[in-house]
């Protein structure tokens, strides 16, 4: 099992692949590190790819170099079962070496399959139980404003934990307040590991209950790039203007990038394992050599652009 490890960027650049090839190698780590653990958060993972592409992408200005600077910008994974995309970015960042990934979820790992941020650099938070990562982020807001260093906090929040009273509390301070620093994305990727969000609880419309707390409210396609980046670009102006907080409805597809599985709440966890796993790569630009015997699993192998 081979997860590639890229050069380290300089400090304050984005990746050295293009977005595209960013988020595709996103999409194949998260794959490759279910194979490691034997099962995996598929579809909440690969949903929000593009929208850690971007934010990762030069926007949230975080150093791996130094990691724990007070003044860096915060991202607070509230989804923390998707931290296996997040591991992904990180690493192709240089905060910690990424063929430390092959030990993803084994014992004595600091990667489990939610984040621990006493023990990986760059995770700001500790998330896992679902509905607190916006509360938390709220408090980095207001420390942020306090410090008055212009620092950014992000919160990635899935539309399953919407259902979460304590999202409703966190988000009516935000707004009250005005804390124009903090940005929620809300990953709309329509499924829990319930079923459907439609089948457990409809919160839509969703934009229209974050305006009624205050916010400003954008809908946007969560896999378009340009799309992304012109909401990341006016929730800036927002905050430099002192206005309300900002949250992306973003709409995404659940396991986006592997068609065999895309929208379906059936593979909100599940495990894709030998010629699935090698069909799956292949689809995101990995080609993979067969296996020497019936119990050996495929092995990535690197692709012409050396990914």
């Given at each position: 099992?081979?997860?590639d ?44 790819a593009?929208?850690?592409a ?12 130094d ?5 860096r ?5 509230s ?11 990180l ?17 004595g ?30 408090g ?14 992000v ?28 940005l ?11 079923g459907?969000?439609r ?11 974050w ?8 809908r946007i396609?969560?896999h ?36 065999a599985?895309?929208?379906?709440a ?16 292949e689809q ?5 050599e ?18």
């Amino acid at each position: 099992m081979s997860i590639d490890t890229p050069t380290r960027p300089p400090r304050g650049a984005s990746p050295t692949r293009s977005r595209e090839a960013f988020a595709a190698h996103i999409r194949r780590t998260v794959l490759l590190e279910a194979e490691i653990a034997g099962s995996g958060h598929y579809g909440p993972s690969l949903s929000c790819a593009d929208l850690l592409a971007a934010l990762y992408s030069g926007f949230l200005r975080v150093d791996p170099a130094d990691a724990d600077r007070l003044d860096r910008d915060r991202l607070v994974l509230s989804k923390g079962h998707a931290c296996s995309a997040l591991y992904a970015v990180l690493a192709d960042l240089g905060f910690f070496p990424a063929e430390e990934l092959r030990t993803y979820t084994r014992l004595g790992t600091a990667y489990g399959d939610h984040p621990d941020m006493k023990k990986v650099a760059g995770i700001d938070f500790s998330s896992g139980a679902l509905g607190h990562g916006l509360s938390i982020a709220v408090g980095m807001a207001v420390h942020a404003r306090l410090r008055g260093d212009g620092a950014r906090t992000v919160a990635i929040v899935g539309d399953g934990e919407l259902n979460e009273g304590q999202i409703w509390e966190a988000a009516g301070y935000a707004g009250a307040n005005r804390l124009s620093g903090l940005l929620a994305i809300v990953d709309v990727n329509t499924v829990c590991v319930d079923g459907t969000t439609r089948e457990v609880l409809d919160y839509e419309p969703i934009g229209d209950k974050w305006a009624a707390f205050g916010w400003a409210v954008e809908r946007i396609d969560g896999h378009d790039a340009d799309a992304i980046d012109a909401a990341l670009a006016r929730f800036e102006a927002r905050h430099a203007a002192g206005g309300a907080p900002t949250v992306l409805v973003a709409d995404t597809v659940a396991g986006k990038g592997i068609p065999a599985i895309e929208g379906m709440a059936e593979w909100h966890i599940g495990y894709l394992g030998g010629s699935d796993l090698a069909t799956a790569l292949e689809q995101l630009g990995t080609r993979v050599e067969e296996p020497t015997d019936d119990h050996a699993a495929p092995r990535p192998i690197a692709t012409e652009e050396g990914h």
